[in-house]
């Protein structure tokens, strides 16, 4: 902002010994429902040595089994595999198999280095569709899970993130986040509008035709609004709207800036960036724009808040040392402390899980920015980009496991992912026009 500005108990207890073993069983059987422990079974054993889940992956079949829908299930099925290996959780083996849908026989895997085997048949209703999903586990060929995953012929790619959602759900307790969008801004039609794209990178929609300037969109924390700035009334004014574009509505239009909100975790209250005219500080405001306290003070330029995940205090940027640096404050406006950092630094983005704040930084006579991981638990700073064009506006997935962030290594302005790790840096999609400010859902 700144330089925009100047996711069976016998067996499980049977593989496993120590009291820290037993603990954390006592602990799952509490929290998880019974049909989830054949699922922690298997992860637990092969997590204990370092191993990815080898899943087999069996050939889905569909009901009519006509040309067409044995198509669309296998459609799903190659979503599905990609959704699986993305995780890092997974290997895949397709077994180029039919499974029986009753009773099958899972000796013939047992010798194959294969844990868990999933299943799918797909049922189609004019333009509707389900498909039962089964995953068993080889080793005692008990069913994992057994669900239906509904949905239409047209967004078929939504059942697989499901069915992948679902199975990380049940090896790790956390859900997985093949259902999660990007929100962006792309200029490809001479403005600068907001447009959402599925996490893979399929399915980009646009969400805003102001013709105008609509920047620094952000997910609400339950993922069904996204705040945005847009110049459409010619003041840089802050709006909410439905994640599907609709239901668009101002919430602050004070004259002067109205920019870089954040959502509080409850998704009650917003902290932004306020002008008005004079020095930019950060004020926190309700969804109706009713203005609820002022949080700094001063003649520097506060900007880009980010809350983190227990609503307790939110990081940002100010220049009040002579340039950009990140700094962490309470949420009633105290408690102000410093994040030291070798440059200018900008765009902080705190982790789910809230223990890391990913940012960018400009070292000292240098042009381009990169990508930096600040640990809070001892200060650790990490560089996760090199010597690949500009890298800013970074942002984490759901599960705390990636980060989606802007890149010009192209020489121009795209959407990137990387691992938390900065490995596997790709670019999401191609789009004309430069691709930028990416936000990740909930």
Request: net charge positive.
């Amino acid at each position: 902002m700144l330089n925009l500005l100047s996711e069976n108990k016998k067996n499980v207890v049977k593989r496993y010994s120590g009291i820290a073993v037993k603990l954390f069983l006592f602990f799952i059987f509490y929290l998880l429902p019974f049909t989830f422990l054949y699922g922690v079974d298997v992860y637990l054993k092969l997590t204990a040595h370092g191993q990815r889940i080898k899943i087999g992956l069996a050939n889905f079949t569909s009901f009519p089994a006509d040309i067409q829908n044995i198509e669309l299930a296998r459609k799903i099925q190659n979503v599905t595999k990609k959704d699986l290996l993305f995780t890092r959780y997974f290997d895949i083996i397709d077994l180029n198999y039919v499974l029986a849908e009753k009773n099958p026989d899972l000796k013939i895997w047992q010798n194959q280095n294969i844990d868990v085997i999933l299943v799918g048949k797909l049922k189609i209703k004019e333009k509707n569709c389900m498909l039962t999903a089964k995953l068993y586990e080889v080793e005692s060929g008990e069913i994992i899970f057994e669900k239906d995953f509904k949905g239409t012929i047209e967004n078929y790619r939504e059942i697989a993130h499901e069915i992948n959602d679902e199975i990380v759900l049940r090896f790790t307790g956390q859900r997985g986040i093949a259902h999660s969008k990007i929100v962006f801004v792309n200029d490809s039609t001479g403005s600068k509008e907001i447009y959402v794209v599925d996490y893979d990178g399929f399915n980009i929609k646009k969400l805003t035709n102001y013709n105008s300037i609509s920047i620094f969109p952000k997910w609400s924390p339950d993922g069904s609004r996204i705040l945005f700035t847009s110049f459409v009334y010619g003041n840089p004014d802050l709006f909410v709207m439905n994640a599907d574009g609709s239901g668009k509505r101002a919430v602050s239009t004070l004259q002067g800036l109205n920019t870089t909100p954040a959502w509080s975790p409850d998704g009650n209250s917003v902290i932004l960036t306020i002008s008005k005219g004079g020095s930019p500080n950060l004020y926190e405001i309700d969804l109706n724009g009713k203005y609820l306290k002022r949080l700094t003070f001063g003649n520097s330029i506060d900007t880009s808040p980010y809350f983190s995940p227990n609503g307790k205090n939110f990081v940002f940027v100010s220049d009040r040392p002579g340039y950009p640096q990140l700094y962490i404050m309470d949420v009633d406006g105290t408690n102000i402390k410093r994040i030291y950092t070798d440059g200018y630094s900008d765009s902080p983005c705190w982790s789910p899980q809230g223990d890391k704040i990913v940012f960018t930084m400009r070292q000292p006579g240098f042009s381009m920015f990169d990508i930096y991981l600040y640990e809070i638990s001892g200060g650790k700073i990490s560089q996760l980009t090199f010597d690949s064009g500009s890298n800013e506006s970074p942002s984490f997935s759901p599960d705390g496991r990636f980060i989606v962030f802007c890149s010009t290594r192209n020489k121009k302005k795209e959407i990137f992912v990387m691992f938390v790790d900065g490995s596997l840096q790709y670019r999401l999609f191609e789009m004309k026009g430069h691709s930028f400010m990416p936000h990740w859902s909930p």
